[in-house]
């Protein structure tokens, strides 16, 4: 039964059930937690010492272990291949996404996420893939990148963890060229009444436990806004924790 539950976990969920006693502990222990800028899965760490190294070593391999399901897998494997040309990946994390991009038409790929302990195993799964990749270490929200360098923009499992969300997608929208376009798949708002209720009464201590993860997001209306045309939106229940977690966006968005 152990087993059972375990596989039916999402990222979300794990993050809450692993990461809460992890930061109640370093946030009135220590006293020093940092949080990521933006990563899929991310997790708080110490800055420095042995909890710092004790962490960093065994939470990126459980976010990768968990992130890896083959129920979020699927989710992966209907909108990465279609990204094509330079693409840049927001929240590359341990490089789950790499297997399912189409080499045949993707030019170049550029990862981008923050120092929070999985670019380590991101630069692993690059060399294993053997896919010309180039990751860089930082925030979604200022990117280094030129404006107008990309085709595509990759973000799955992301956007619900940015702390500053409208200038991320602004600067997704800076770094794609004309008519570019954003493939997304995100758990976020559910279009039901009731469970978006709950998902936004829950929404603070969440934020608490899954390091700063938000459960009521709605990408589609975030995008939209950011300046894109959704040419395809999909929203879907999972079935996972009622739909408080299990509600996914998936879509396409164009750069207007």
């Known amino acids: 039964m152990a087993c059972r539950l375990k596989a ?9 059930l692993t990461l809460a006693g992890q930061v109640l502990y370093f946030h009135f222990v220590e006293n020093n937690v940092r949080r990521c800028a933006m990563s899929p899965c991310c997790s708080p760490l110490p800055t420095s010492g042995k909890t710092r190294s004790l962490f960093g070593g065994l939470m ?3 976010v990768h272990w ?9 989710q992966r494997q209907k909108i990465v291949p279609l990204a094509s040309g330079d693409v840049v990946e927001i929240g590359f994390g341990s490089g789950l996404n790499l297997p399912h991009y189409d ?15 999985l670019p380590a195993l ?8 053997h896919l010309p990749a180039t990751l860089l270490v930082e925030s979604a929200e200022a990117m280094s990148l030129p404006s107008a360098s990309a085709d595509s923009v990759v973000v799955t499992y992301s956007l619900c963890s940015i ?8 600067e997704i929208h800076r770094i794609l060229r004309p008519h570019g376009r954003l493939f997304f798949c995100e758990h976020g708002r559910s279009p039901s009444r009731l469970v978006a209720r709950l998902q936004d009464g829950l929404n603070a201590p969440w ?3 899954a390091a700063g993860c938000h459960l009521n997001r709605d990408p589609g209306r975030l995008i939209a806004a950011a300046g894109f045309a959704l040419d395809r939106y999909d929203v879907y229940d999972l079935g996972v924790g009622t739909g408080i977690i299990g509600t996914h966006h998936l879509g396409i968005a164009r750069k207007l």
Do not use: W
């Open 8 to 16: 039916e976990l999402c990222c979300s969920e794990f993050r809450a």
């Open 60 to 62: 990126p391999n459980g």
């Open 66 to 74: 968990v992130c890896g399901l083959p129920m979020v897998t699927r």
């Open 103 to 117: 080499r045949s038409t993707v030019t170049s790929l550029i990862g981008i996420n923050p120092d929070d302990g």
């Open 122 to 129: 991101g630069q692993k799964a690059i060399a294993a893939h």
């Open 163 to 170: 702390p500053d969300i409208s200038s991320a997608l602004a």
């Open 207 to 209: 934020r608490f436990m």
